[in-house]
């Protein structure tokens, strides 16, 4: 449990100085609690340790994890950078009046309506994943008086620890141009010749939720190597080295992340290493994260419904979210810590598992979670649910999607609506 979730005298569990069963009982449940206050923590923990390495560098949230009008605006204030995947997420980022020069268009099958919108809008960089997005933006460029600047993804071939699904940086993945194989030099050598497209640098990302510097490391000896064979070969520096995310956090016991600010000391630490060892000049350092900044901000509160206990076997209780809102358990196998938010200082003494609302039998959210009594009408609270939560949830069984509050100086702020049934049908077309 981090500081900024306490219990206060009634017994309650509080985020940011507000009782969490107020919450439930205002704004009613599932219900996504954000912590402004850690948002901003986070984002300065890289941003500050950056500006006291003395090096240039952009911390673009990886706004995947968590897209909104109000969550963009925190981190405009917080002088970040954006990584945007969609025309979604660009439009929500317009819409919250983000830097046009300070976001980055990231995606494996970017289609013309994206690349477009993204030129239209002057927005800072497009990441170059295939030959097919090169050619198309090349095609683009022709029917406009602008140019843009990439930089090249590739894939440096390392494995992070981290889950088989979320890896990102080894040789066969979606993603990217692959070193190994001279794809990403074939790819450069087309981006070279181009008079509207600028290369600014590289690109990769090694995977997620990882808790050690090694992979990085690793990774940016690969990318230097490359470089230096380009420098030689085409008198070609990089401006810019984006390492992406992935940057570890805390959702259970078992995890143990490195304190933010590491990551970055060592990430830099290696690149001044290697411009000493390759006689080249510092690049400005982007990064890319998104669970880091969000994931252990925000906890999920939910009302227990049901109880089934099956002797010798199991107990289960039911709670009116799961799956919808949170599909990483059923997805990743993901593991989160829980307590009942209105018994918050009573001693855990019954074994429960966690079920979700939802029609399958993988709805599950914990197992054999140790929790005080439980009674229908308690408040359960999921911690580190801040990252891939609400951004990844579904209409599965028409549940209306949750509402989101954001706390920030012991005031909470109602910033995204819960759903309406109305909502739900709101697309849906007579067939009569």
């Known amino acids: 449990m981090n500081k900024q979730l306490e219990i206060n ?32 923590e986070n984002a300065r923990a890289f941003v500050e340790t950056f500006a006291s390495l003395g090096v240039k560098a952009q911390v673009a949230y990886a706004s995947k994890a968590f897209s909104s009008i109000a969550m963009l605006q925190v981190a405009k204030q917080e002088n970040l950078s954006l990584d945007v995947v969609s025309q979604g997420e660009l439009y929500t980022a317009l819409q919250a009046e983000f830097p046009v020069e300070k976001i980055h268009l990231h995606g494996n099958n970017k289609n013309r309506e994206e690349l477009e919108m993204a030129i239209q809008h002057n927005i800072g960089c497009i990441v170059i994943d295939n030959f097919h997005e090169i050619d198309l933006l090349t095609d683009i460029l022709a029917n406009y008086e602008k140019e843009v600047d990439v930089l090249l993804r590739v894939t440096p071939g390392i494995e992070a620890h981290t889950h088989d699904y979320i890896l990102t940086g080894n040789e066969d993945s979606k993603f990217g141009f ?11 050598r087309l981006l070279n010749q181009k008079d509207r497209i600028h290369l600014k640098g590289l690109h990769c990302h090694i995977g997620s939720q990882i808790f050690e510097t090694d992979g ?3 990774a940016i000896r690969r990318l230097f190597d490359t470089l230096a064979d380009w420098k030689r070969k085409y008198q070609f520096e990089a401006n810019v080295l984006n390492l992406g995310g992935g940057f570890g956090i805390r959702y259970t016991n078992e995890d143990d992340p490195l304190p933010l600010n590491e990551y970055v000391r060592a990430l830099v630490t290696e690149i001044k290493k290697q411009v000493t060892i390759h006689q080249m000049d510092v690049p400005e350092i982007w990064i890319e994260p998104g669970r880091a900044i969000v994931g252990n901000t925000a906890v999920t509160l939910y009302s227990v419904g049901s109880k089934k206990e099956i002797p010798e076997v199991r107990n289960y209780i039911a709670v009116d979210g799961g799956m919808t809102d949170n599909i990483r358990p059923a997805l990743y196998q993901a593991k989160y810590d829980a307590i009942l938010a209105n018994k918050a200082d009573q001693p855990n003494t019954y074994t429960t598992s966690v079920a979700g609302k939802c029609c399958e039998s993988g709805d599950m959210l914990m197992w054999d979670l140790l929790l005080p009594s439980v009674e229908s009408g308690d408040i359960l609270a999921v911690f580190s649910t801040g990252a891939y939560g609400y951004s990844m949830s579904s209409h599965y069984n028409r549940f209306p999607k949750a509402a989101v509050v954001f706390i920030e100086n012991d005031k909470d702020t109602l910033v995204i609506r819960r759903e309406t049934y109305q909502d739900l049908v709101r697309n849906d077309l007579s067939y009569e």
């Open 9 to 40: 005298e009634k017994g309650h569990l509080t985020v940011g100085g507000v009782d969490t069963t107020y919450l439930a009982d205002k704004y009613s449940t599932p219900l996504f609690v954000y912590d402004v206050t850690k948002i901003r």
């Open 178 to 188: 692959d070193i190994a194989n001279g794809q990403a030099e074939k790819a450069f």
């Open 216 to 218: 990085f490391i690793m």
